[in-house]
């Protein structure tokens, strides 16, 4: 079974300073891993994904994410924050056996707030 | 061109009633995923279609939900007797590509509310 525990409900960072959002996985098999980011009223948009290519994916708006089987941790980071990244974050989790059982499991999801 | 669309946005129901909820998908697109967000939640995989085909309806709570995609595009999902746990955001989402590993895009939902 799949799941995703994202470790922080809500963050605060200053604009300017860097962003660190946490999420761990649990998955059986090789799992694929995105982040998905809400703001408000509007839709859910994909920020990343890691399909088992390179641990570092570079995503838009200049956020990154780095997959640590090890750690079985999937965090998100960005080198400065920016007015605009104030929203809400989810760590998401798919593992498929067989192709079409591919179903994605979100995580609690993080609130970010940017203090100007 | 146009993205992932919903309507109503807005559902305010009584306890009992039925209701749809429409999606309109990217055209073109052949997958299709209806999302059930409770408040302060993660969104929740209800069901998928592959062009008409249902392929997955594991995640629907009961059997008083239904989805359709009879003809490959438009999206019905169908709450009949409606509870207050059924008050939720109900989310849809389109992807080009077979599977959900693939870039999904959101429409912004519909607010449905079971007095």
């Known amino acids: 079974a799949q799941s995703v525990t994202q470790l922080d409900s809500h963050v605060s960072v200053s604009e300017g300073t860097p962003v660190l959002l946490r999420c761990n996985y649990s998955s059986s098999y090789s799992p694929s891993l995105f982040w998905y980011v809400q703001h408000p009223n509007k839709g859910l948009q994909l920020l990343l994904k890691?399909?088992?290519?390179?641990?570092l994916v570079k995503g838009i708006n200049g956020f990154e994410a780095e997959f640590k089987k090890s750690e079985t941790s999937f965090h998100l980071t960005k080198p400065s924050a920016h007015m605009s990244d104030a929203a809400e974050y989810f760590c998401?989790?798919?593992?498929?056996?067989?192709?079409?059982?591919?179903?994605?499991?979100f995580g609690t999801g993080t609130r970010l707030t940017i203090i100007p | 061109g146009a993205g992932v669309s919903q309507s109503p946005r807005y559902k305010v129901a009584k306890r009992g009633q039925d209701v749809a909820l429409r999606c309109d998908p990217i055209s073109g697109h052949v997958s299709l995923f209806w999302y059930q967000q409770a408040l302060g939640q993660g969104p929740e995989f209800l069901t998928y279609?592959?062009?008409?085909?249902?392929?997955?309806k594991s995640g629907l709570p009961s059997d008083r939900f239904f989805a359709e995609r009879p003809e490959g595009s438009v999206s019905t999902l169908k709450i009949q007797r409606t509870q207050q746990e059924d008050s939720a955001v109900y989310l849809c989402a389109s992807s080009a590509e077979m599977g959900a590993r693939t870039k999904q895009f959101f429409g912004p939902g519909t607010r449905l509310t079971v007095l």
């Open positions: 998401v989790v798919s593992e498929g056996v067989n192709f079409g059982n591919e179903k994605l499991t």
């Open positions: 279609f592959q062009n008409e085909a249902q392929l997955d």
């Open positions: 890691y399909t088992s290519a390179a641990t």
